[in-house]
């Protein structure tokens, strides 16, 4: 019974492929995130959903395009993979994306690309 | 433009004494910090958090002090156990953008 839960955990692809991040929490939480952790160990938001919604979008290439089908699920697509997409993707979420709130985080998806 | 720093990349402590991670921020409309405990190949999972209008909050062994003139806050756990070594990261966020800012953490190794 994970709250948050991620998959694939582990990704290796070649660079010019297109990929998917799936996220599923089950905590009734509204508010969904995407985090990315790069090779220096910063955790840096890159969106978030509030019910469906897209309510943070940070400077991020546009060959990475959220989807959230409802509000327990934020997927993350990726077109076009470029080496400097290694990195971990952590997926989290909060009851309604109020800065006062703790997020809750999935284990994280390693994405290697050769 | 790093807003929450975390300038100790390592911590080694013994088991039974106390650990002090700290944490500077730049961004004084930041208004609510916490403190996140990692393990290898997990997620961050929550421990700690502080108002801005607090400047103490203690939760068991832990306890997060924070400093606003500073714009400093420091994690404190006492005793320290074996099971708390793990990367510790700070946050910040501001009520008016509804983002958190991370450090990079801090790694503690609490020896046995």
């Known amino acids: 019974d994970t709250a948050v839960s991620q998959t694939p955990k582990y990704l290796v692809t070649q660079m010019g492929n297109d990929k998917s991040i799936k996220c599923e929490q089950n905590?009734?939480?509204?508010?969904m995130y995407w985090y990315k952790q790069d090779s220096k160990k910063f955790l840096k938001i890159m969106f978030s959903?509030?019910?469906?919604?897209?309510?943070i979008n940070e400077t991020v290439p546009n060959r990475f395009s959220p989807k959230s089908p409802d509000k327990a699920h934020l997927n993350l697509h990726i077109n076009s993979l470029e080496l400097g997409d290694s990195a971990v993707y952590f997926c989290?979420?909060?009851?309604?994306?109020?800065?006062?709130?703790?997020?809750?985080f999935g284990d994280g998806t390693r994405l290697s690309i050769l | 433009d790093q807003q929450v720093k975390q300038n100790s990349p390592s911590l080694s402590v013994q088991e039974g004494r106390i650990s002090i991670l700290n944490c500077d921020y730049t961004?004084?409309?930041?208004?609510?910090f916490l403190w996140y405990k990692k393990y290898p190949a997990e997620g961050p999972t929550f421990l700690i958090s502080?108002?801005?209008?607090?400047d103490k909050n203690e939760d068991g062994r832990f306890t997060v002090f924070l400093n606003k003139s500073a714009k400093h806050l420091s994690l404190h756990i006492v005793p320290s156990q074996p099971g708390d070594s793990a990367v510790y990261f700070c946050?910040?966020?501001?009520?008016?953008?509804?983002?958190?800012?991370f450090g990079t953490g801090t790694r503690l190794k609490v020896l046995a």
């Open positions: 905590l009734g939480h509204d508010t």
């Open positions: 959903y509030n019910n469906k919604e897209l309510i």
């Open positions: 989290a979420s909060s009851p309604d994306g109020g800065s006062n709130q703790p997020q809750h």
């Open positions: 961004n004084s409309m930041f208004d609510y």
């Open positions: 502080i108002s801005s209008i607090k």
């Open positions: 946050a910040a966020s501001d009520s008016g953008t509804y983002k958190y800012i």
